[in-house]
């Protein structure tokens, strides 16, 4: 059953996946999206993969009340432990910022050597090597956490000596292993691209997912019959201004500043929900 | 109605709470305790009051099931939002961290001046001024969120160039305040001590709630007659162990690691709960 009216879910941990979002945006301007941030129980990426799936599971029930028609897992964390269940649980079109990325390096790699970073659970979960072999069974890769990345991020230590410093500690080994290509692998860390570009050097490219992913969504939409008819203009003659809902689970002091910094406007009308109640 | 018999209740938001325990098992050696770390949804102390509240009862009301006597709120964040709350809303003696640390800390000055650290919600929420003012109304405070300390100790850079950076720019404004005293406002901060020591130079005292909560939590004990007989050995001449359960919400990788540098012993046997069905 086909519903090309629903809006475009998409939820992470909290408000990293803005990033995506704002992508999404881009490519599709008239599309309706709903994004959901689980900021009252973020973060996930050093939590468990059974509690990440958990609380996938319970935001993708919360999304799926509005009828959306596509699901965005915009967490890397999340996208690396559950899609599987979430494919197998619910029948919507799911996509995830995993293989997005993986196929950006695969596509970005000339040595066939390729770095991620991300928090502790995406890189225990090797969800990115999976998904990079899968592309293409010869790659090399290798994988880091960075998990003082997110803290520094959310404090607005962006430019800064400290950032540089963990980064030189966090990204040393990676540095002898000859990569050409480092996938950015959580939302936060395309703020961090500066400091990460610096100590690794011009010659390493880097892959921030969330543009990959708004391509991945665009192209699903319109094999699955998805889009939406393109009507800029109801039958009254005003413009039809597509539906930008933002859902929250806490409102959290500083949360306006971190909002601008991720979605590059100002904070916006959001909503406070509980998901259990 | 009094119930002496039963186990001291102690919650955190996660395992950072095991420096108040151990200074309460030091100090009450044949009570029964149990812990609860709510480790799949920290840290508490970048959410709001009022999310906080909410899973400081959701905590408490877990503990009570297995009819404690006594409730320890060992996180800051939770002691410094969710006291009143919890003391309105159950009848059983609740002790919290912040009115012990200020206590000590106005046994300590001399100067009158205080320093406070902890969390963006703790400081915000001047819950430790306020106390520190019930206690001796001329004092003067000043606070300072230091929201990098907790990831650091989980990262466990404890003894480390970059923890020292991060403490130098957090305590330089404190540093021109001519306090005599600070009080380490998170459980997580004594960890941190030496480094904390250092920048803040041999002339301020540093005040750790953990062993002072601990003396709180025996005097109301015996105030209120709580305490149980001490009773070494059973009729049948076997010691009597006391009991001492551990809970936690999630267990993430690194876990292990992690607690003993909180408990100072290995990982005893923990039990996974869901405080929501």
């Not at 519903?3 to 490519?27: A, C, Q, R, Y």
């Not at 040595?111 to 090597?129: E, F, L, Q, R």
């Not at 597509?242 to 909503?271: A, C, H, M, N, Y």
């Amino acid at each position: 059953m086909t519903n090309n009216k629903g809006p475009i879910g998409i939820f992470d941990s909290g408000i990293g996946g803005l990033t995506v979002l704002k992508e999404v945006l881009k490519m599709l301007p008239s599309e309706d999206t709903l994004y959901l941030g689980d900021t009252a129980r973020l973060p996930y990426g050093t939590k468990s993969e059974e509690t990440v799936i958990k609380y996938s599971i319970e935001n993708t029930r919360f999304l799926l009340k509005y009828n959306i028609k596509l699901l965005i897992v915009a967490c890397n964390t999340a996208s690396a432990v559950s899609l599987p269940v979430l494919r197998k649980q619910f029948s919507i079109p799911i996509v995830g910022v995993i293989e997005a990325g993986a196929r950006a390096a695969v596509r970005a790699t000339k040595n066939g050597k390729v770095g991620i970073i991300g928090t502790d659970t995406t890189i225990s979960s090797s969800a990115y090597t999976k998904a990079i072999k899968s592309v293409s069974p010869d790659m090399d890769t290798v994988g880091q956490p960075c998990p003082l990345f997110v803290p520094l991020v959310e404090e607005g230590w962006i430019d800064d000596d400290i950032t540089l410093s963990v980064a030189e500690r966090y990204l040393g080994p990676l540095k002898n292993k000859d990569i050409d290509t480092l996938v950015l692998g959580c939302t936060h860390y395309p703020l961090l691209k500066g400091v990460i570009q610096k100590v690794m050097g011009s010659g390493v490219t880097l892959i921030d997912s969330a543009e990959e992913t708004a391509v991945e969504v665009t192209e699903v939409l319109m094999r699955m019959n998805l889009n939406p008819p393109y009507t800029p203009f109801s039958k009254g003659g005003e413009v039809n201004v597509p539906v930008r809902r933002f859902f929250v689970t806490d409102v959290p002091r500083r949360f306006e500043e971190q909002w601008s910094r991720f979605l590059g406007e100002k904070l916006s009308k959001i909503e406070k929900i509980d998901l259990i109640l």
